[in-house]
């Protein structure tokens, strides 16, 4: 379905957000004293999907693979820029302070990476009267008919896939070793941003494959899929036994 788009500097997109950066970009981001958190989430993989799995394969690709005890998982790792209330680089006049090197997520918004997710404009917090006006924002096909747009979707998805080694490296130096399950939750972990900038830089320079240490622990709130993660031969936790060390569990889903 062909969308029309206009921005119409409303600044909702820029209040309270989650923005998944790169590794050079959360570098960028902590240099400019922001905050940012790293996202685990993990998918069990028992198999590889078939050829024509689609949206399997977009995981496999931004994932790396792990074991959590005798089940094989994918691990999705995301970098994310994380504030509360108006982004530190929004101005007065909802401008960004930062436009010409502002993260790819927001060059890239209400427009969607994943090529598997329709757009829908009331999943997104522009205003209805911002799909009213303006050019041919997608296309009947689903193409993104800004190149500017366009490039920065190719961009992310690029980047997410490309980085998915160096972020296993990361979570290895962290010591990061819980994820929760795909699509039920995150566990999310937050460093200090002096540690993580250490990390981060020596991750991107020194890349090199992690020693296999990748027992994953799998976190859930939810008793039945606590019971069915553990009858796979995972090893699975409950939600409610994380406590401080800089991590939480957010979950995408209520609990049974």
């Known amino acids: 379905m062909a969308r029309r788009f206009s921005c119409t500097m409303c600044g909702r997109c820029c209040h309270g957000l989650r923005l998944p950066l790169s590794v050079a970009e ?9 905050e940012v958190e790293v996202f685990c989430e993990a998918v069990p993989w028992p198999e590889e999907p078939a050829p024509d799995n689609g949206p399997a394969w977009h995981k496999r690709k931004r994932s790396f693979q792990a074991m959590s005890g005798h089940l094989p998982v994918r ?26 090197r502002r993260p790819t997520a927001c060059r890239v918004y209400p427009a969607e990476v994943n090529p598997f997710i329709a757009l829908e404009p009331a999943n997104k917090l522009c205003p209805p009267d911002a799909w009213e006006t303006g050019g041919l924002f997608q296309d009947d096909d689903g193409h993104w008919t800004d190149p500017e747009v366009a490039a920065a979707v190719l961009r992310r998805r ?46 991107a320079e020194t890349y090199k494959t992690p020693p296999r240490d990748d027992d994953w622990m799998l976190v ?14 995972a090893r699975a936790t409950q939600a409610v036994e994380l406590a401080g060390m800089g991590r939480r569990f957010v979950s995408f889903v209520q609990d049974e």
Do not use: Q
């Open 26 to 34: 959360a570098l960028a981001w902590i240099d400019d004293g922001g």
């Open 75 to 100: 691990v999705i790792v995301t970098l994310v820029a994380t504030f509360d209330g108006a982004c530190p680089n929004l101005r007065a006049d909802m401008g960004c302070g930062i436009y010409e």
């Open 220 to 233: 859930s709130h939810r008793l039945r899929t606590m019971w069915l993660l553990e009858s796979a031969g």
């Open 158 to 203: 690029t980047d997410d896939y490309a980085e998915a080694g160096t972020r296993e490296v990361l979570c290895a130096r962290l010591g990061i070793r819980e994820a929760g399950l795909s699509n039920e939750g995150v566990i999310v972990y937050t460093p200090s941003r002096d540690h993580l900038r250490e990390v981060l830089k020596g991750t």
